[in-house]
């Protein structure tokens, strides 16, 4: 499921990113985190399970559940928030949003305008907002252009 041409991130390059974020460096917290970079887009806790079973790696569902937690908790990974469903994550990067095709459930990345999270404003007295995702719907191009199925 790799794409063409994606970025190898270099091991010393992966090491600084869990270092800089304060984790210890582990050979599994460089494999889940080389197998997101290197796939992008966003991806199941089994979807990377799966990916690094393949490849051979010796690991189980709950230690990378546990490495994307500590992920997660410390920035490097984000929740890609795209409706009801499995959760999926992605390398936190640029703000942005997602499209969901309601035919297929393709998930492309819509750039955000704003830029900073968070790019929309509620007025919720005594709230603080710090995150607002938006999901946009409808067809994506090969849905539209194939007839629908059944
Ligand atoms: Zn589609
Ligand atoms: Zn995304």
Redesign the pocket.
Known sequence: MGVPGARQPGDQDLRKRLRDAGLRVTLLRLQVLAALIEQRG?WSVDEVFHTLRTRGVELSRASVYNAMNDFMRTGLVRI?DTGPGRALY?VAQDQ?H?FVCRQCGAII?VPCIVGDPPCLQADLPGCTIDQAQVIFRGQCPNCQNTPEAL
């Open positions: 966003h890609a992605e942005h997602h990345d």
